[in-house]
Nanobody, 125 residues
Framework: QVQLVESGGGLVQAGDSLRLSCAAS????????MGWFRQAPGKERQFVAQ????????YYADSVKGRFTISRDNAKNTVYLQMNSLKPEDTAVYYC??????????????????WGQGTQVTVSS
């Protein structure tokens, strides 16, 4: 079956960096656009970034643009989220997700078929 396993979360101070990884199995990874979402306590899940399956185009939420970078390694079936200049408001559980090639959207969670279990990122001030 399909599995997405996130890692790399933790507790850091404001201004620090973290790199999240998401290892995928059970799917043809190169045929899926991969996204990162996050959910803070008491808030809805929100889009963070996406990298397309076709040409590697990337998309970011305005709140992370210029600080976060999404990348993928199809040979390793892994997607990454490099997070720099972290802020306390970045504190959340971060989820990776996989959207099939026919999904033309970016930010809507409903378009993603598979989800990881999440990894906690906590940024202290």
């Amino acid at each position: 079956q399909v599995q997405l396993v996130e890692s790399g979360g933790g507790l850091v101070q404001a201004g620090d960096s973290l790199r999240l990884s998401c290892a995928a199995s059970g799917l043809t990874f190169s045929s899926y656009s991969m996204g990162w979402f996050r959910q803070a306590p008491g808030k809805e899940r929100q889009f963070v970034a996406q990298i397309s399956w076709s040409d590697g185009s990337t998309y970011y939420a305005d709140s992370v643009k210029g600080r976060f970078t999404i990348s993928r390694d199809n040979a390793k079936n892994t997607v990454y989220l490099q997070m720099n200049s972290l802020k306390p408001e970045d504190t959340a559980v971060y989820y990776c997700a996989a959207a099939p090639r026919y999904y033309r959207g970016v930010v809507q969670a409903i378009g993603y078929d598979y989800w990881g279990q999440g990894t906690q990122v906590t940024v202290s001030s």
